[in-house]
Every structure is written in C-alpha cells, then in structure tokens.
C-alpha cells in the first residue's frame, strides 16, 4: 500500500511565532511530503521564503523554506500514512489540480482567523497549510479528522489515529540523513526509514 507523509514544522517566523502564542503549540505549520526523504513537499505558505507579503500553494524546498537557517534548531515531527491504491490516486489527483491551477490560489489568511472564532470561512481558491493537508485527504476519501478542513488545526492533524509518528527532532539532522543514504546510492523514494531513530530525536 502506498505512503504519503504529514510534516509538522515550526519556521521561526514572525507569522509562526505569532500562531504559536495563540495555539500554544510547538509546530504550527503542516506539509503533506509524497516521498520520506522531504523531496517532494506541498503545503500553502510563502511563495518566496524572504517575502511574507506573498502566500499561496508552494512546493516547499526543504532547506530554505522551512529550514531557514543552518544553524538554527528547526523542530519537526514526520509522520507516515498508509493509503490505499484508490485514495492514493485520488490523492495525487487533487494535488496534480493544484500544481496545473496554482496561480488562482491564495492563502486563506481571514480563514485562519476564522478558526479561532470556530468560524468556517471557505473559500474555493484559497487555503491555510493544515486545510489544505486536510482537503486533499478528505478528497482521496480518507480523512484525517472529522472537522472539516476549514477548521482543521496542525494539531487536529497530528492527533489523527492514521498517522503513525515516523520522526520527531531536528528537521536538519533528519535531512542530513537522508542526503547521506541518496549519496551511498540507496533507493531512499520507495524504501521505509533505514535508520533505527524512529520517533525519537537524533543525537
């Protein structure tokens, strides 16, 4: 059976310091990654790292994106789930719409305002990161959570009982990682995580 994966980050922004004093939770910033070394990431956020004024539907390039600098302690959980061959497809279906569509697609920014009055603010073209993540799940007819995605949290997500916590630590030393099993020439796309630090921090 097919895997996608779920990643949760904390960017160090301003944006997500300030989602982080109202949360109160560690990692405000949900991904969905199709393959487990973070090659191919999605999610709505910056369209370009250093301009915060504008936001969209982005591939996410790990180092830039969401690992800002490499010196900074960049916390992450990485979790894994297991789809069938019919919601996988319809999975990569949706998101294959967003990356054809992406120029009508903005974030959702009154919507998550929204969610901290329990208001659901839909809107066609435009999404937060934990909605997005949510919507395309709920399109493949596999949700993750029973709310609906406009009111679906990172923390709703993470709580699902059909993600299996794969990693949780330093975003760095995990792609560290993975840079160094692609460069012994291991088939890094297909196969589960090699390295027995499973949900646990690297030291």
Avoid at 106 to 119: D, I, M, R
């Amino acid at each position: 059976m097919p895997d996608v994966y779920v990643l949760f980050t904390d960017t160090g922004t301003l944006f997500s310091r300030s989602i982080r004093c109202w949360t109160g939770r560690p990692l405000n910033h949900a991904s969905l990654a199709l393959d487990p070394d973070l090659d191919e990431v999605y999610s709505f956020g910056r369209l370009h790292p250093n301009n915060p004024l504008r936001a969209g539907f982005v591939r996410e390039q790990v180092w830039g994106s969401l690992i800002r600098s490499r010196s900074r302690y960049t916390p992450c959980a990485i979790y894994r789930c297991r789809l069938g061959r019919t919601a996988y497809a319809r999975l990569l279906a949706e998101l294959d719409r967003f990356r054809r569509e992406s120029s009508r697609y903005g974030y959702n920014l009154a919507g998550l305002f929204a969610v901290a009055a329990g208001v659901e603010w839909c809107r066609p073209d435009k999404f937060f990161c934990s909605q997005f993540v949510a919507h395309l799940f709920a399109a493949a007819g596999a949700p993750l959570t029973r709310k609906p995605p406009a009111l679906t949290q990172p923390c709703d997500l993470e709580s699902s009982p059909r993600l299996e916590l794969v990693y949780r630590g330093d975003l760095r030393e995990y792609c560290t990682h993975w840079s160094r099993i692609a460069a012994s020439g291991s088939a890094v796309h297909t196969a589960s995580l090699p390295f027995a630090v499973r949900a646990m921090k690297l030291s």
